[in-house]
């Protein structure tokens, strides 16, 4: 909790005023947080595409847009660029999105079972972190669990534990059961996070899981206004 803390209070002091965050910077706290992200290239707002670049196609490319809830809902968002031509346009498209700050350019996650892991400040209770699978458990059956912040790996453990999906993250039908202990790393990291008093909300979804590991796909995070303390 010390070390999460710690690292937050660095990447809050770098952003100065900022109550949201572009998606690369809190993908970059993860990084440090020790939670594996895709890799992936920030392309600020009229500069080229680098070139050559290490990242392997196909690509993904998603405007920087602080304090938009989904780029999905504003076409912000292409989805399996596979070389250089495809890379220019989609860049230059999303370029012309009013507000962005760039293009985030990040190599494709591979399918694996999607889940979310999030945290808010409930007005009764306090710092909460939530769990919950993707897709369909969580848009048609609500399949999610909730806990008071910050957790250790165990209170993680139970927290997951309470998803009837859980089941599926033992393997099931024959699928090989996903990376439980890199799942509560992330779950840990994200409670730490909203425990710390100075976040009011983060959102991970989806998080990709493996049977060798979990990669955050999505990443939104909002500071918490000291009005609020």
Known sequence: MQVTTEKLRRFLAAHGNSQTFLEQEVKGLLRELGIAVPSGVFIPAGEPVPSPHSLLFPLVAKAALPGV?????????????????????????????????????????????????????????????MFGLGGLFVELFRDVAFAMAPLDR?????????????????????????????????????SELIGSGFIEEIDLNPVELYPDGALVVDAKMKRRSQESW
């Open 69 to 129: 809830a989904s780029k999905n809902d504003i076409g912000g968002v292409r989805l399996g660029i596979r070389d250089a031509a495809e890379l220019s346009v989609a860049v230059a498209e999303l370029e012309k999105i009013p507000v962005a700050a760039g293009v985030l350019v990040e190599e494709m996650a591979r399918p694996g079972v999607e889940v979310i892991v999030g945290g808010a400040v409930d007005p009764q209770f306090g710092p909460i972190v």
């Open 154 to 190: 165990r209170a993680a453990r139970r927290l997951v534990e309470a998803t009837k999906g859980a089941v599926v993250l033992r393997g099931y039908r024959g699928k090989p059961p996903v990376d439980m202990e890199s799942l509560l790393s992330v779950v840990v990291a994200v």
